[in-house]
């Protein structure tokens, strides 16, 4: 008996094992954000661009520390997280007195329009919030073993500390021990491996960067002062892409830090980006090896086969992949 070309499909199909491309799908990745925000606008979009990617499914942001020292910037990550939808999310600060001052837009937390804030937040003070340590301990410790990316785009003060703090309440480990339990990859804008270039990152907190340097017990990927500076952002997207409000906290931002037409260095969202995305393409890697660190912030790479370091390089050809990503993702708007 000949069956219907529908009914060998039915019946084809029913012998299939079904396909769930939710099962599929990877768990996202847990995501600490470690930022001195305030000093640079690329620190805002790369937040944009995080919850840009949890709405996605990608990552699910588990705190965001703070290595400016002033008490706005945590009152403006906590306006930005807000505006996404996602308020709770533990914020923690450090008391170094690094740029201890306000910066060009994170005064946009304490902003009005007809007596209420333009971006409602919780949060009004950085001296109401936890210490950047206990945040971090505490995200680790409650995070699966071998799963946590720390993207770090500002100064090592926090890290630093966080691998010199000791057993606690809540975790008998050390918090090297903690790093080296919990974290699979630092990705990290810092340093410069085309020149001796003494990059801003490193040299606000030299001590705390050599430490990193020097002890950092899980993989790490540098994105070096070149490669955000290879990658500007278009100030034509600022300009179009953020009116579906009135007000958006990241255009806002742009404008105040330098206002178009500027086309800013995405310096800190290519080390979101590959935290996150490490397999789309967007960037190769040298070979592994070792990074070295003067007294002066100058840093130098040194190939070893079994290297904890690798830092990231920009083909030509996939720039402008890597920028239609920059932008899609810092512009994306909230979910519903």
């Given at each position: 008996m000949r069956l219907s070309l529908c009914a060998l499909f039915v019946s084809l199909f029913a012998l299939t094992p079904s396909i769930s491309f939710s099962q599929q799908r990877p768990d996202p990745v847990p995501l600490i954000f470690d930022t001195d925000i305030g000093n640079d606008v690329d620190d805002a979009l790369a937040l944009g661009m995080i919850h840009s990617l949890q709405s996605r499914g990608e990552c699910k942001l588990l705190a965001v520390t703070i290595?400016?020292?002033?008490?706005?910037?945590?009152?403006?990550?906590?306006?930005?997280?807000?505006?996404?939808?996602?308020?709770?999310?533990?914020?923690?600060?450090?008391?170094?007195?690094?740029?201890?001052?306000?910066?060009?837009?994170?005064?946009?937390?304490?902003?009005?329009?007809?007596?209420?804030?333009?971006?409602?937040?919780?949060?009004?003070?950085?001296?109401?919030?936890?210490?950047?340590?206990?945040?971090?301990?505490?995200?680790?410790?409650?995070?699966?073993?071998?799963?946590?990316?720390?993207?770090?785009?500002?100064?090592?003060?926090?890290?630093?500390?966080?691998?010199?703090?000791?057993?606690?309440?809540?975790?008998p480990l050390s918090g090297t021990e903690l790093v080296k339990k919990k974290v699979r990859l630092l990705s990290i804008m810092a340093g410069a491996f085309t020149?001796?270039?003494?990059?801003?990152?490193?040299?606000?907190?030299?001590?705390?960067?050599?430490?990193?340097?020097?002890?950092?017990?899980?993989?790490?990927?540098?994105?070096?002062?070149?490669?955000?500076?290879?990658?500007?952002?278009?100030?034509?997207?600022?300009?179009?892409?953020?009116?579906?409000?009135?007000?958006?906290?990241?255009?806002?931002?742009?404008?105040?830090?330098?206002?178009?037409p500027h086309d800013r260095p995405t310096w800190d969202l290519t080390s979101v980006l590959y935290g996150v995305r490490p397999d789309h393409g967007y960037f190769e890697l040298s070979e592994p090896g070792a990074v070295e660190m003067a007294d002066d912030g100058v840093t130098t790479f040194k190939a070893a086969a079994n290297g904890r370091d690798r830092y990231i390089l920009v083909r030509e050809d996939l720039r402008p992949k890597v920028l239609e990503a920059l932008q899609l993702l810092s512009s994306q708007p909230p979910s519903k």
């Open positions: 290595t400016k020292d002033h008490e706005l910037a945590a009152p403006f990550v906590d306006a930005v997280n807000t505006f996404y939808g996602r308020g709770d999310i533990p914020i923690g600060v450090c008391r170094s007195g690094v740029t201890n001052t306000a910066g060009r837009f994170n005064t946009l937390a304490t902003q009005k329009d007809n007596g209420k804030l333009r971006y409602p937040h919780d949060l009004t003070s950085g001296k109401d919030a936890p210490d950047a340590v206990a945040v971090l301990r505490k995200s680790l410790a409650d995070a699966k073993d071998g799963s946590v990316v720390i993207a770090q785009v500002g100064f090592s003060t926090n890290l630093a500390n966080l691998l010199g703090s000791s057993g606690d309440e809540i975790s020149d001796d270039h003494k990059e801003y990152n490193l040299i606000k907190d030299i001590p705390s960067a050599k430490k990193i340097v020097a002890d950092w017990p899980t993989p790490i990927v540098w994105s070096g002062y070149a490669v955000g500076k290879s990658l500007t952002y278009p100030h034509q997207s600022i300009l179009k892409d953020y009116g579906y409000v009135d007000h958006h906290p990241l255009a806002e931002a742009y404008i105040l830090y330098m206002p178009p």
